[in-house]
């Protein structure tokens, strides 16, 4: 039965108690002698005992209003001014790594609910804090007032969602949703954007990036030119840089290290055909694209072999075990370290090598056990909830070095994470690929 405003407030407040005759702008409801709700004229279109369908009763809800180039505003909805809850915007392509990383699969083939689990797993390590009936615009590369940036790349599908949490635990609720929208796609941009060959170095490949004040910054894919070609043959080039992009100021790639290396240096792998592909963005949302080719020779040798025999982790007894083998065995070095997985992130990304992470002075020498038996089980116990890396590390005798570092979380609904290289330039922070495998997500107050 729905009560239309004026009905409502002509015959609904007429039995109500004498309070509601001195606000006809307020509409009360009443439990004993207590007012449990009270909600202005204007908030409400009409009231009704038995719920229509098609009405949604959650208690909050996300609409977009307004996509631009490069910008969005979108609103949050609460049925209470005193919901606190999460928000933010999430793209297909984030979202998408993280489903074929759980689930196997591209996101959207996933059914709904698995498709809500990695947008609700994904929006605590971007998302930011509110409370009410509030409307939120973002721009890219604008401050967020946390001390971050916000990130709306042009012609790219997102997903703005909220999440109601608890006010004081910040902890996730049961009430969420999102709705989906796409960016308006870029023009060309009237940028200047120039790339310039280095050569080899002791790193890798060097190259400079310059480029015009107009600049707010830009997104670098590299890699193996024939293969690079062919996955943007595939998937198209937006893939191949939402995926696997990383973003920085000229400024971050810009001068050289203490040895005079330069910091816009790429790793190299095996010999051959390199590129570098550069998307420049202006405060407009335009785009200008440059790529650059670049021969290089590999390392001369490929290290000993690590296979790993077994694995196993128990969330009752909070253990982990690892067996793997060495081949040839007759290693100059080898080692194995556990730490937390953020840890290791932090490490690499302030310029450490994952060959000096794995044998610093926390690390267990496990050159005597390779030597005489060729294989090693690593365990460890007591365990907290969070995701760990074990780095083994091995060494042969010319000097040619190995590392792999499996991930995990002792949670029984999680996978090991065997982690691949990851090319981005040394000795600066890399802005790396999110995911939901790290367990400390921040929700930004703002």
Known sequence: MKFIKSILFAGVAAMSIGAMAQDNNTMYLIKGDRVVGKYAVDAVDYATFKLPEGIHDEPVWVTVDNAGKNTVTYSVGTQDESINYAHGIISYYE????????????????????????????LPYVGYAG??????????WMSDGTGGKFTVTPGTEYYACAWEIDPNTFKPLEAFSYAKFETLAPGESS?????????????GLGFSITGSDDILYVTTVY???????????VFGMDFLFGTFGQSWTLSDLAGVDANGVPNATWPVSDSGEYILMVR???????????SITESAEGEKGEGPTINILSRSKSQTDRTVS?????TPSNVSEAYVIMLPENDVDDMLNDGWALY?????????????DIRSMGEYTFKADNLDDKWYSIIIYAR???????????????????EWFDYNPVHAPAHKQALMLKNSRKNNPTIRKK
């Open 356 to 368: 000096e992470i794995a044998s610093g002075s926390k690390a267990t020498d496990i050159y005597d």
């Open 396 to 414: 042969d005798m010319d000097g040619n070095r190995t590392c792999i570092r499996p991930s995990f979380n002792i949670y029984d609904d999680t």
């Open 223 to 233: 890699g193996m030119k024939e293969m690079m070609e062919s996955y943007a043959a």
């Open 280 to 290: 420049a963005y202006d405060a407009e949302g335009n785009m200008k694209y440059a």
């Open 131 to 140: 409370f009410g009936n509030q409307t939120y615009t973002m721009t890219d």
């Open 191 to 203: 940028v200047t954007l120039t790339l310039e060959s280095l050569g080899a170095n002791s790193q």
């Open 322 to 326: 690892i067996n793997f083998e060495v």
């Open 95 to 122: 979202v998408n790594y993280l489903a074929m990383d759980q689930f196997g699969d591209y996101f959207q083939n996933l059914e709904e609910a698995d498709q809500i689990a990695c947008l609700q797993a994904y």
